[in-house]
Structures are given as structure tokens and as C-alpha cells.
């Protein structure tokens, strides 16, 4: 009991001196729970509730800045195995063919963006057709692919769902359609029946196979 009271006073000592929970806790070994029910009724002045709130802001951004070096680790380990791996993929027609695709119509991570998935888009339908079978090859399968359309406004959408659930065998229920404003000062020559809208290929859970994808870009310029 005695025991008890001793780590009572240096917890909430330690508390109105502007200590945090996590740092008292590796001090006064007692549940979290417990801490809370002893705080209950220590009042805190601005200033300390000032130091509390300075140092859960200053462990927050150690923590961000933490992650983000380990994702920039992790992102240059998996380019740098990519880039070697480049050398030997090149031998392969379709490989070369889809890295150079990706690399003028995929999504890519920027400094500004990161954590991009794969996305492919493009109006042209073989373009696609080479993009799917050299991800469904060296990526992932079949079944982690989605897709979406992107239609100006007053377009034909049923036109574009069987144009291009027939060109894929895509369920329909599964395509999904989103559409772009119309630009009324701007004239669009992309219009009639033979428009069918930007399609889109995604892959799902893809933001490592998109750094790896950045690497065998660099392995073939490295290489070329």
C-alpha cells in the first residue's frame, strides 16, 4: 500500500511537471488505466498544459519523421533490387514493352504523392491489352485488377460499359463509371460514336509493385 502511494505522488508529480503518459509510464510501472484515475483530479495550470501539448507535438513529428525514413529506405531497397534486375528482363519483348508503357501512361510516386498505387490509363484499347498481360505476368493476377471509365458529360454510357466489358470480358457490375466537366470554351473533337471515354486499369494493394516498377525504369535507362 505503501508502495503504491510512493509511485501515486511521482506519477502526478511527474504529471504537473508536464510529462507525458508514455514517459511517466516507463517510470511508474502501474496500468495506463491507472495513471488516468490518479490524474482525475490534477488540475493543471496553462503553462503546464502547455509543456504537455509541446512535447506530444514534438513526439508526434519524431515519429512522422521515423516512418518517413523508413519508407524512403524501404522504397530505395526495392528500386535498387529492381534495377538489377532490369539487365536480365530485358531479354523479354512484353517486359520491355510494359515497363515503357507504364513509364509514359502510368501514375508514378512523386515527393509530393506518395503511397501511389498502379493505375494505367489510356483511350486505346491495344495499349491496354499489352499493359494487362504484362501485369498479370510480372505482377500480380487477373483477379487483382480493377477498372473505371472516365466520360466527359452528357457521353454515352452504356456505349462505353459494352465497348469496353466486351474488349475485356468485364463483368459490368464492376465497372465503374466517373465523370469529367465539360470545358464549354474548349472544343472537344472526341465526341460521337466512336468515343469511349479514358479507361482505366488499377491494380489493388500496388504501392511496393509501383516502386518496383520505378526501378526497372531506371534499370533500362541505365541500360539503354
Excluded at 86 to 101: R, S
Excluded at 162 to 174: A, E, L, P, R, Y
Aim: include cysteine.
Amino acid at each position: 500500500m505503501i508502495k503504491k502511494v510512493e509511485l501515486n505522488r511521482k506519477a502526478v508529480m511527474l504529471r504537473k511537471k508536464g510529462v507525458t503518459y508514455s514517459a511517466i509510464l516507463e517510470k511508474v510501472p502501474v496500468a495506463k488505466s491507472t495513471l488516468a484515475l490518479w490524474f482525475k483530479e490534477v488540475h493543471l495550470s496553462t503553462p503546464q498544459q502547455q509543456r504537455i501539448t509541446k512535447k506530444r507535438l514534438e513526439a508526434g513529428l519524431r515519429g512522422g519523421l521515423a516512418k518517413r525514413n523508413q519508407r524512403i529506405q524501404k522504397s530505395l531497397h526495392i528500386e535498387n533490387l529492381a534495377v538489377q534486375e532490369a539487365n536480365e528482363l530485358m531479354k523479354d519483348p512484353l517486359w520491355l514493352a510494359g515497363v515503357l508503357l507504364y513509364w509514359a501512361e502510368g501514375s508514378k510516386e512523386k515527393s509530393w504523392r506518395t503511397g501511389e498505387i498502379i493505375h494505367f490509363s489510356n483511350m486505346d484499347p491495344e495499349m491496354h491489352r499489352i499493359f494487362i498481360k504484362w501485369a498479370t505476368k510480372y505482377l500480380c493476377s487477373k483477379a487483382d485488377l480493377y477498372y473505371e471509365i472516365y466520360l466527359h458529360e452528357n457521353s454515352d454510357v452504356k456505349g462505353a460499359r459494352d465497348f469496353w466489358s466486351k474488349k475485356f470480358q468485364i463483368n459490368q457490375k464492376v465497372l465503374k463509371v466517373y465523370f469529367k466537366k465539360d470545358n464549354k470554351k474548349n472544343f472537344r473533337k472526341n465526341t460521337g460514336q466512336s468515343y469511349f471515354g479514358v479507361f482505366r486499369v488499377g491494380i489493388r494493394k500496388s504501392i511496393d509493385l509501383n516502386r518496383k516498377i520505378a526501378g526497372w525504369v531506371k534499370g533500362v535507362v541505365k541500360c539503354l
